[in-house]
């Protein structure tokens, strides 16, 4: 069984900068893809970045050159750096992984931008 369990969240004001982190547990088969995202009340869980076990990565247009996503596979760690955040980056944030058709999702840590 797979766990992910993130931290780093909190309160910041606008145009500071955040770095969460996600600890993965059990055993994880590559290749496998691991990602960033986030819920805003009222709307849907999207994808904020992701990262596969070769190191590719994507981003969503809105955190484009403002959020780094890096992962460390020794470690079972991954990261997301946030810069320039703004109050429409305010969510939950959540790590997932993917491999072999299976899913996995941590719990969830907040991240809130005050303007």
């Known amino acids: 069984q797979v766990q992910l369990v993130e931290s780093g969240g909190g309160l910041v004001q606008a145009g500071g900068s955040l770095t969460l982190s996600c600890a993965a547990s059990?055993?994880?088969?590559?290749?496998?893809?691991m990602g960033w995202y986030r819920q805003a009340p009222g709307k849907q869980r999207e994808l904020v970045a992701g990262?596969?076990?070769?190191?590719?990565?994507n981003y969503a247009d809105s955190v484009k050159g403002r959020f780094t996503i890096s992962r460390d596979n020794a470690k079972k760690m991954l990261y997301l750096q946030m810069n320039s955040l703004e109050p429409e980056d305010t969510a939950v944030y959540y790590c997932n992984i993917n491999f072999w058709g299976r899913t996995y999702w941590g719990q969830g840590t907040q991240v809130t931008v005050s303007s």
């Open positions: 059990g055993t994880i088969f590559s290749p496998n893809v």
């Open positions: 990262i596969t076990s070769g190191g590719s990565t």
